[in-house]
Each structure stands twice: as C-alpha cells, then as structure tokens.
C-alpha cells in the first residue's frame, strides 16, 4: 500500500448525491509530480468529484486513499496536511492581507493557539514565492484584481504543503495569457516539490498542451484517463465532446464548426498567411485543399479532393504588409483579406 | 518569469501596506482607556466624588469619606463593572455573529437574537414562570428567579440563533439574512405585546422599564450570575479564534483546512446566546454596541485576525459602554437619557460608514 509516488488514488469510488450517483466506478490515480487535467461537458460531475476527493462530501461508495491512509479513517486536520483545495467562489476578505491569508494555510500545522513557528513561517515564504504572490504579501485581499486574488488564494494552498493539490477551474476568471501562464505554473508547481496537481478546467485546448495526464469525464458518467495524446488519436475526446454541429479536428488539436462547405480553395504562398487566410476562409464555408506551401493547412474533412478546387488564394508577405491575389470562376481580384472576403462573398 | 509563475506579478505596482499599529501595543491603550473610563465612570454622577476617591477604590485603597465610600461601593461600582461586562459581552457576540453568518451587519440586534431574549425575559417576567412569587424584575435580590430570568433570555436567544443559522445555510444574500432576522425580532416583539396585554400592572411596569435598557438596575448580589455569563461566554470564544480565522474564508474552505464545522457551530452558537442573553437579561436590550465595536476593532487593528480582535473586542465594547453609560448621566440633575439612544447616537453612524463605504467599493 506504501506508495510515495502515489499522493492521491480511487478504488471503486463513486461519488454523487443520495440516490444519484454521478460518476462510479473509478479506479484512478494522481502520481507525484504530475499535472492532470480534469476535463468533462458542464454538470458532468466534475466539481464532484473533486469536493469528494478533497473530502467536502462523502463518497456513495469505494476508498480515497491518501498516500498510504484511507482518507475515511483519517482526521480531518491530518487529510488537510495532506490535501488542498483552490476553489472558484469569489469571496470577500476584508482586512486580510496576502499574507495572513497564506498564514491560514498552516491551520492544519499548528496547535490550538495558532500560533506560527519558524517552520510554518518558511513554508508562507515558500508558498508565497510559488505562486508569484510574494509582491502582493502587504496588501489587503480586498484590494486585488481577480489575477492576483487566484494567486494569493494559490499560496494560501501551497503554505499548507499538501501532497495533493486540487484546483476547481483556476484560470476561469483570466485573460488567455494569463491562462497559458497558470496552466504553466501548475505544471511547474507539480515538478518542483513532487506534488501531484489536479485541476478541474474548460479549456481543452490549454489542458491538452500542458497536462502530463487527462481525466476525461463523460455525459454518462465514465471516467476515461490517459495522455492527451492517446486521447486525441483514439476519438475519446471527439467522443466527449463533440456536440452538434462542433467537432473535435484529430488533425489540428481543434474544435470546428462544421457548416458544409461548399466551397474550396487552393491557397499557396506564405505558410503564417495561408494558415490565418485558411481560417477566414473556413468562417465563409469555404474549405482549404492543400497547395504547395501550405503544409498543415488540409484541415477540411477531405470532401474536397486535393488538386480540385473552385478558387485560388495567392497569399504573400510584400513589402506594404501582406497581400491577397485570387481567382474564383472568372473573377480576379487582388487586395487586402477584407476585401477578398468580401469578393468571395458576392 | 520564475518568480511569478501565474501571469506577470506587476499587474499594479507593490504598494505598501497601510501601516498596522502593533497588536499588544493597540491593546495596552484600549486597556488603559477603559481603566480611565472606569475612574470617570465612579467619579461622575449626581454627588460629586473626586478623581482620586475612584481611582483609590479601583485599585483597592481606603477610601477617607465613608459617604463616597457608599456611593462608589453600593451605587456606582455595580453599575460600572455591569456596563463593562455588558459592552464586553455584546462586542464580542456581535463578532462571533459577523464572522459565522459572513456578514458585516450582524449582531446581537440586527439579527433578532436581543430580541428573542427580550421574549424569554418577557416569559419569565410577565407570564411568571416563577408563579405568583415574582414581584417584578428589578426588585429580585436573590438569586434563585434571577437566574431563571436569566436563563429563559438564553434560551430565548439560543432559539432565535438556531432560527438565523437554520435559513442562513439556504440563504446567500447578506441583507435577506438581516430583513429574516429583522422579522424573527418582530414576531418575538409580537409575542411580548400580547404578553403584557395578559399581565398585571405592576409587573408590566417593570418590564417597561427594564425594556429601555439601563446598566443602573444591577446589584451586587446579581453581578456575579452576569459575570460568570459573559466569562464563559467570552472564553468559549477564545477557544474558537483559529477556526474562526479559517471561517473567514467560508465554510468549505474552513473544513478543506481541517476545521470540525459541527463543533464551532454549536460552540458559537452557545457563546453567542449566552452572551447576548445573560446581557440583555440584566440590562435590557441594548443597540448598536454588538454591531460597531468589532467594526471600531477592525479599523484601528487593520486586521481581521480573530486572536487580536477578541481581546480588542472585550476591551473596546466594555470602554465604549462605560462611555455610553457616562453620555446618558450628561445631563446631570438627577435627570438621565435613555442608554438606547446614546448607543443609537454612537452606533447607528458606524453602521452608515461601512454601508457608504462597502458601496463605494463595489462601485470602483
């Protein structure tokens, strides 16, 4: 049972509601120093699950095994030295600086009194640097951008030195770099004290670039974990997902929206311009065919055979910026991406 | 980039923090304000009894005149020490009601709780719990139906706690939770109404009278039932000031960091009631107090660190009481305000404050 490599590990454990169950039967682990990426549709059972891992709410069945104890038979403030939990829920802290919010972490560390030692004062200081929180230490909580609250929220976490880290949607509430930059320093903070990370997110896109491992949470409640890779290639994600007229693309990693294309278009020229242009036009319901110099952009669904196509894109980088010629029927045009969208159009 | 791994750290440039007055320093001042106050609280009154004389018999030494000795024992004594228990008792309720309901505006009046205890002394006093052998409440000089008076207020308070804790788990909204407790007040307060209508005048009377509010009705022979009251009350609070600190985060939060939620439910549940009860019990219900002192706390502390706001509470609550108790003797010439309004005087701007202020922030 001893298993260092293993913070956090399911035996047949289910998890929902009294007389609902929302998830079953999952026999899943987090292994130290790994990033895993809980993925799933809204209300697929997601935050569930990670209430019931970070014991918010009882298990309908199975074990939760934390390290080498069973969570069930652990105290609370035992599970807490082991265990964190960032949540969504925006909340106001008033007076409370960085700081005293990291302080907090340490609860499960320290006597009746609360009272900090030397011990708990390095691991604010650490937990504080971790999460890029340390310039913000002196100011009060209630005086934060939402960035920099998930940040102070984050050392709060880390200074309670769990081996577990559970995080409920942290990027929802930032810009997409700053969502890159966190997904980033969750996979740092995986590698850098041998924790094991879990987050729970929307962002496919993100969770497949960083995550070392996906749990894949289904409408019907299974639980599919592997690398995003294996994911991607064997149609679990498409499966997962695919909803309507949107489908997971195998080849680009992206979800697409497929009108029917009516149209293609050869496009030829400079590859960041052809690969932007390919786009647009697949927003008009026209799909790219590869030409030569646009490698990776034959991501239509192959309906328009290779070589055939009804217009031709000439794309190229001059020295005013980049220009557009085309040619559809027996129209030509040349000019700038607007216009030729517009051209197309008529 | 290694430093700040979420997003760049200097999305505002560090400012720093407001300076924090030192937590023990803060304390030693609020200590030595309530002991001044307690001097000026002995020395003031309708006899004129100098300085010295009141500082002399709160530190113990004789005091020369046997009249002053009389006053300041038998009159002024009790009513100090009854409204520094009181101020202390509310103050420190009225904390444990903003940090368990979340809510800035809670507090032993706001919610009702006073209320509900004004029902259990009404019970006590009007319906005669204690058969026909009550001669009225401020006339009780043992202690027998003294502590039963005392005891159904707590237990009136505790009922309207357990109403307040019961809907404030289905309810998000701050001021819902207030216009609820508001109402549970209103329905106690209806209950009494029909109460007096059904009781003789004598015992109304003193029920009227008692209802204003006053430090002044308290002898020797009951302060030490108030005592023990805010004592225990007062230390139960002290055991909860680390989960309390963790409970500023919410209740998950609170229990993913190892906090037991039954047990300081029910421990600050029975703090609350029995502080808020015993209190009104001997002193009417009395405004404001429970509501601005840990609000006055937090200001001048610049924290919200429960293991320093607990004792700045008890000191500050039971200095700005003696204060209030001072203001209400102002007139002078035997002639005396009501302890509600001058604690509405001080308390109801301090409430204004932090609506005006929490307003202007949210619209920033």
């Known amino acids: 049972m001893t298993n260092r490599a293993v913070p956090l590990r399911t035996e ?34 997601k935050s569930t699950l990670l209430r019931t891992l970070a014991g918010l709410q009882p298990p309908l069945a199975g074990r939760i095994w934390l390290e080498d104890r069973d969570a069930a038979t652990l105290p609370a403030a035992a599970r807490a030295r082991r265990l964190a939990i960032v949540l969504t829920e925006r909340m106001e802290l008033g007076h409370l600086t960085v700081e005293d919010l990291a302080a907090l972490g340490r609860y499960p560390h320290t006597g009746w009194s609360g009272r900090l030692g ?3 004062r390095e691991a604010i200081r650490r937990g504080l640097e971790e999460a890029g929180a340390w310039e913000l230490r002196l100011r009060p909580c209630d005086e934060l951008s939402d960035g920099e609250k998930q940040r102070a929220m984050l050392a709060r976490a880390l200074a309670q030195d769990p081996v577990a880290l559970l995080l409920d949607e942290p990027t929802a509430f930032l810009d997409l770099p700053r969502r890159v930059g966190a997904m980033r320093a969750l996979r740092r903070l995986a590698r850098m004290r041998g924790r094991a990370v879990l987050v729970s997110t929307h962002d496919l896109d993100l969770a497949l670039r960083a995550a070392d491992r996906l749990w894949l949470v289904s409408a019907e409640g299974a639980l599919r974990s592997g690398l995003p890779e294996e994911l991607a290639i064997s149609g679990a994600i498409g499966g997962t997902f695919d909803q309507g007229d949107v489908a997971f693309d195998r080849a680009t990693g992206e979800f697409r929206i497929h009108g029917e294309a009516a149209r293609s278009a050869r496009l030829q020229g400079d590859p960041d311009i052809v690969f932007w242009t390919a786009r647009a036009l697949e927003r008009e319901g026209i799909a790219a065919v590869s030409g030569a110099g646009a490698a990776g952009t034959a991501a239509g669904d192959g309906s328009a055979g290779a070589g055939t196509a009804d217009i031709e894109v000439r794309a190229e980088r001059g020295s005013a910026g980049p220009s557009w010629m085309w040619r559809a029927g027996g129209a030509e045009g040349r000019g700038s991406l607007e216009e030729m969208l517009r051209a197309l159009r008529a | 980039m290694m430093g700040n791994p979420i997003g760049p750290a200097q999305e505002r440039p560090p400012i720093q923090a ?85 809510n800035p505006l809670a507090g032993p009046y706001s919610l009702g709780i006073s209320a509900g205890a004004t029902l259990g002394v009404a019970l006590a006093v009007l319906a005669g719990a204690g058969a026909g052998a009550l001669p009225g409440l401020p006339a009780l000089s043992h202690l027998g139906p003294q502590l039963g008076t005392a ?15 019961a ?79 963790a409970l500023l985060l919410g209740w998950t939060y609170a229990r993913s960091l190892g906090v037991n939620a039954g047990r300081l439910r029910a421990m600050l549940l029975a ?15 009395v405004a404001f107090l429970g509501l601005a002192v840990p609000h006055l706390c937090r200001g001048m502390f610049r924290t919200a660190d429960h293991r320093v706001l607990l004792p700045a509470c008890v000191l500050l609550g039971a200095a700005l009481s003696l204060a209030s108790d001072l203001a209400c003797r102002l007139p002078g010439g035997g002639r005396t305000l009501p302890l509600n309004a001058v604690t509405a005087l001080v308390g109801a701007p301090v409430v204004i404050a932090i609506l005006v202020r929490r307003r202007a922030a949210r619209d920033e």
Not at chain 1, 14 to 19: D, F, I, R, S, T
Not at chain 1, 30 to 42: F, H, I, S, Y
Not at chain 2, 271 to 285: H, I, K, N
């Open chain 1, 12 to 45: 047949a454990l289910a998890v929902g509601y009294p007389g609902r169950a929302v998830l079953s039967g999952l026999d899943v682990e987090l292994r130290a120093g790994e990033l895993v990426c809980l993925l799933g549709p809204n209300g697929a059972g």
């Open chain 1, 118 to 120: 030397d011990e708990d």
């Open chain 2, 18 to 102: 407001a300076a924090r007055l030192p937590a023990w320093a803060g304390l030693v001042v609020l200590a030595v304000l309530l002991a001044a106050l307690l001097i000026l609280g002995l020395a003031c009154g309708s006899v004129h009894v100098p300085i010295h004389a009141a500082a002399s018999i709160l530190f113990g030494r004789p005091v020369g005149d046997p009249v002053w000795r009389d006053i300041l024992w038998q009159l002024r004594m009790p009513r100090c020490l009854t409204a520094a228990l009181a101020g202390s008792g509310l103050a420190v309720s009225g904390l444990l009601m903003q940090t368990l309901f979340r």
């Open chain 2, 151 to 165: 005891g159904s207020a707590v237990a009136g308070a505790a009922a309207v706690m357990l109403l307040v804790l």
């Open chain 2, 167 to 245: 809907v404030s788990r289905r309810i998000r909204s701050n001021s819902t939770l207030l216009i609820l407790g508001l109402m549970f007040g209103q329905i106690a307060g209806g209950l009494v109404a029909v109460l007096q209508a059904f009781s003789d005048s004598e015992r109304l009377r003193a029920f009227t009278f008692w209802g204003f509010g006053s430090y002044a009705g308290v002898t020797w022979a009951q302060l030490p039932a108030l005592g023990i009251a805010t004592g225990l009350g007062i230390l139960m609070a002290a055991f909860c000031a680390k989960p309390l600190n």
């Open chain 2, 271 to 285: 703090s609350t009631s029995l502080l808020a009860g015993a209190v009104t019990a001997f002193c009417g219900p």
